[in-house]
Structure formats: C-alpha cells, structure tokens
C-alpha cells in the first residue's frame, strides 16, 4: 500500500560525503514525520534525524553539524546529507514516514524502507 525506496549509500573514506534519498509512494493522503535511522553491527537501530511536515527537525547528537535532513513535500522525499563521515557513521540506514493512506481518515501508518548500506573507511 505504501512504499519507501532508499538510494545513495555506499562507500566511502573518512571525511568525504553521501547523499540518501527516500521516495514514498503509494495511497498517500498525507506524511507527518519523515526519519533516518540506522543500525550498525551489533547495536540497536538509532535515530539520526527526522524532519517534521512543517520543516523542523531533530538530529542525534552524534551527527549534529554534519547531516542535513531536508524534504520535498510535492514528491514525498526525504533526503539526509552527511559530511565528514566517520568510520563510526558506518550501518545501515533506514528511512521512516509516519503516513496517512487514503482512506484512512485520522489513522497512520508507520512505513520503513528496505534500507541501505553506508561504509565509511578510516
């Protein structure tokens, strides 16, 4: 019913730059909160940022001053870029939207793409 397509990751060494997209699509009506989350090996799936319908925002404090959360209402996108990545940065990254289907009146659904690899070398 809805879908989230991650795109971007990859590899990379210390210091240098990715770009993570992630397209809702579906029977949307509406999209409250839209995240990146991410799970490295062995640990717990964490926040890292998350952007508001109205344009606020939270980050993780580990990523503060290097990631930007940013979205396009008109095509339901979240884009999380990050700079001066660190080998720590390295999980794999999870988009998430808080949905309204059509037809859903006042309900939501909780949606989370498939995820994608980040691998940053020292």
């Known amino acids: 019913q809805v879908q989230l397509v991650e795109s971007g990751g990859g590899l990379v060494q210390a210091g240098g730059s990715l770009r993570l997209s992630c397209a809702a699509s579906?029977?949307?009506?509406?999209?409250?909160?839209m995240a990146w989350y991410r799970q490295a090996p062995g640990k717990q799936r964490e926040l890292v940022a998350a952007?508001?319908?109205?344009?606020?925002?939270n980050y993780a404090d580990s990523v503060k001053g290097r990631f930007t959360v940013s979205r396009d209402n008109a095509k339901n996108t979240v884009y999380l870029q990050m700079n001066s990545l660190k080998p720590e940065d390295t999980a794999v990254y999870y988009c998430?939207?808080?949905?309204?289907?059509?037809?859903?009146?006042?309900?939501?659904?909780?949606?989370w793409g498939q995820g994608t690899l980040v691998t940053v070398s020292s």
């Open positions: 998430n939207a808080v949905v309204v289907p059509t037809g859903w009146g006042l309900r939501t659904l909780d949606a």
């Open positions: 579906g029977s949307i009506f509406s999209i409250n909160t």
């Open positions: 952007v508001t319908s109205g344009g606020s925002t």
